[in-house]
């Protein structure tokens, strides 16, 4: 039988502790809420005795949570203790983790202890916790950096204390997975009741080797791994939650084992918690970045077309991406081409597509991303040129703090006729695109606003794309511009002028075009 490895989800804590991330306690109760529908198995809230904001958050999480542990963390001593099993209380399943530092360095420059009574410490902390709840977790802080016969004696000490789970924490990030494996192999091997608790391993990045670390352990028989979303955390972070249990489940094969995480709500909750810390994840970042299944090179894209697994060692949709994202560029082949015709609903004769391809590669030269615009485009959809019903002549903008964002355009109808309109929004773009409704009668939806440079320096020009769902069709527009306002209106313009020219409904408009 597999055996199961426990996630520990210590995102409001180890990872609230990255640099630039502040959490309210709104917020950490949304993340609390999507880790339980993740299906951790333990949620680390956060670290009591520190703020009245920590101890609040553990509190309202603990309440609110069910079916999945709750742990608050605490020095070894009875004041930190206290806070926790206080704001734990109301816990379903509550467990109290304590931590004290065990390297040389630490007891030397940090603690100004000796040995024996760090080990003193650790026991009467975890004896005290076990007043309170029957879950009590030990990690000696810097374990990786400590002498492994004295922590061979703090790991046998807690447990006969009364700790259920010992913690071996690679706080510095300085382990190298065969040294870290053979640590807790050596732990596994010579504390002698190792058997009454559960080794966790809890990795940071600074050598960029936190998951390997902990997958490193796993296979020396650590039984919890401590990690975060997104892999955020102090200084570089943790082991990324996500990438360890990927790991586990593609490699069924060599770990033999598994989580219970429901990896299809990965990408909701890399997207919360990086919505609500204000971290964002890079492109590239393995199973969550926006590239994780993302396939550029020819040669990749056939390959994934005939089968997706050429290329893909899991499936995007395992994580909760939509699907496969082939992104057209210089480096796409005919079979990509040709796929997203078809997605986009159009067929073309061979000869009519291998025109489509020429034009595709000329394009695709200058540019670094074909878009979906683009495409209708080469292929002749947009050859018959979007007659100009409204013209942009001017516009003005005006926005910043504590004024209401307000907009002023100037339109010339085909027939000559100038139009003024001005009106607020909820922002610029907003109020911009409600001067250009009221003049044009034609009210659109804005589904999707999407700018980008096409190139570079401080002049760059910007492309910008919308998606604008007008009476119920969804229209695709683009303009490019210096002036990223002006491409803006320009481009919603150009879905208008797409309707009013071809909808029956605005047929008055399409009289003046052909001067009916
Ligand atoms: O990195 C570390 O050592 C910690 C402990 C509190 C577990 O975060
Ligand atoms: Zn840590």
Known sequence: MDNNITIFDTTLRDGEQSPGASLDIHEKVQIARQLALLNVDVIEAGFPVTSSGDFESVKRIAQEIRGVSVAGLARAVEKDIDSAAKALEKAEKPRIHIFLATSEIHRKYKLLKAKEEIIHLAVKGVTYARKFVDDVEFSPEDASRTELDFLIQVVEAVIDAGAKTVNIPDTVGYAIPDQYESLIRGLKENVKNIERAVISVH???????AVANSLAAVKAGAQQIECTINGIGERA???ALEEVVMAIKTRHDFYRCSTRIHTRELIATSKLVSTLT???VQRNKAIVGENAFAHQSGVHQDGVLKERTTYEIM??????HLKTKIVLGKLSGRHALKNRIRELGYELSEEEFERA????KSIADKKKEIFDEDIEAIIGIEKMEVPTIFQLVSLSISCGPNVVPTA???LKLHDGRIVDNATIGDGPIDALFKAIDLSTGIP?????????AVTSGKDAMGEVHVRVDIDGKIIGGRAISTDIIEASAKAYLNTINKVAATDPKYTVYQQRV???
């Open 408 to 410: 002023g355009v100037r």
């Open 278 to 280: 204000g971290l964002r």
């Open 357 to 360: 391809f020429e034009e595709f």
């Open 237 to 239: 972070g943790n082991a």
């Open 444 to 452: 659109g939806k804005l589904r999707d606003y999407n700018i980008q």
């Open 315 to 320: 499936s995007p949709e395992d994580v909760g």
């Open 203 to 209: 990795c940071h990045n600074d050598l960029g080797l």
């Open 514 to 516: 052909t001067g009916l």
